[in-house]
């Protein structure tokens, strides 16, 4: 099965600057790949999906690079907010709707 | 806007006594989702249904019991709560199709005394 690997420990970054997380897969390569926000005591958000075939996708202030060969994606975000703080979580999939595997994710606290 | 919607937010309940979490949605999504989240840990996906198909996941403890009456609603039992049953439980949506994204309600926080 697969296995996602988040840095569990949180990540403190000045605001401003640009914060980069990362996300590990381990086993096979994954159709595409989804970031989520989470907030304390509340569920996901969906923020971004990049295929097998896409190496970056932007949205805003975000961008996720997908590396097949590393088996890695990162998620960037830029001019970082203190409303940016959340954990955020990376999802892999197979490929249609039943396969998701979720990361545990990383917690993100930007420092005003 | 089209939702997710969770009841309650808060649930307390006693050990062993059952418990009935609801969900439902305006999105007109095909299918359903139910996770088990506990603190720090990645969401766990209990069951899903793509219609009225159920699909369980292998490691899922019988203790846990879902329905879906129609498109829009749908439920999740826990016949006899135990202590590592408390956690936050999470339902989600999706479309049917080969990328997608899920959207997910606010949880129910279960507390089993």
């Known amino acids: 099965s697969q296995k996602i690997e988040q840095n569990s420990e949180a990540l403190n970054i000045q605001e401003g600057k640009t914060a980069t997380l990362t996300c590990n897969y381990t086993?096979?390569?994954?159709?595409?790949l989804q970031w989520y926000r989470q907030d304390p005591g509340r569920g996901p958000v969906f923020l971004l999906l990049?295929?097998?075939?896409?190496k970056e996708k932007r949205k805003e202030r975000l961008k996720v690079t997908f590396d097949t060969t590393l088996k890695q994606s990162l998620f960037h975000i830029t001019a970082s907010q203190p409303a940016d703080s959340a954990t955020y979580l990376c999802v892999t999939s197979s490929g249609g709707y039943q396969k998701v595997t979720f990361g545990t994710g990383t917690k993100l606290q930007v420092i005003p | 806007d089209a939702m997710v919607i969770q009841n309650p937010r808060y649930q307390v309940t006693q050990f062993g006594k059952p418990v009935t979490l609801s969900c439902s949605q305006t999105?007109?999504?095909?299918?359903m989702y139910w996770y088990q989240q506990k603190s720090s840990q990645a969401p766990k996906l209990l069951f899903h249904?793509?219609?009225?198909?159920?699909?369980n996941e292998a490691d899922t403890p019988d203790n846990f019991q879902s329905r879906r009456p129609n498109t829009s609603f749908c439920f999740l039992d826990i016949r006899s709560p135990g202590l590592g049953d408390a956690a936050m439980y999470l339902c989600?949506?999706?479309?049917?199709?080969?990328?997608?994204?899920?959207?997910f309600g606010p949880g129910t926080r279960l507390t089993v005394l």
């Open positions: 990049i295929r097998e075939n896409e």
């Open positions: 086993n096979y390569s994954p159709a595409y």
């Open positions: 999105l007109n999504h095909n299918v």
């Open positions: 249904y793509y219609d009225k198909d159920f699909n």
């Open positions: 989600a949506t999706s479309r049917a199709s080969a990328y997608n994204e899920q959207f």
